[in-house]
């Protein structure tokens, strides 16, 4: 499979193949998607019903592409997320 993207730290070298990519964007829609129930979305419940490890980055890409995100964290520094507006652009 041919890399998007590579980058070396410290002698160790990472890289993103396209299947990566294809990945973050089902997983992007599936944050979407939950948020635009209404429902707030947490990353226990994230990573437990989508599969979805960083949803900080995932949240971080909607934000990026116009959707209004709050975030509210608790006393332990989770984060919960709630969409407010849903005027992004389609990617």
């Known amino acids: 499979m041919p890399v998007v ?4 730290v410290g002698g160790m070298t990472f890289q993103r193949t396209g299947e990566d990519v294809k990945r973050q964007l089902r997983q992007k829609d599936l944050v979407l998607e939950h948020l635009r129930t209404g429902q707030p979305l947490t990353q226990d419940q994230a ?4 599969g979805v490890m960083r949803l900080a980055s995932r949240i971080s890409e909607l934000k990026k592409a116009g959707h209004v995100i709050l975030s509210l964290r608790n006393d332990q520094g989770c984060a919960t997320y ?3 507006s849903d005027e992004g652009r389609e990617e």
């Open 5 to 8: 993207f590579g980058l070396e």
């Open 47 to 50: 990573r437990a019903e989508y």
């Open 82 to 84: 709630l969409l407010l």
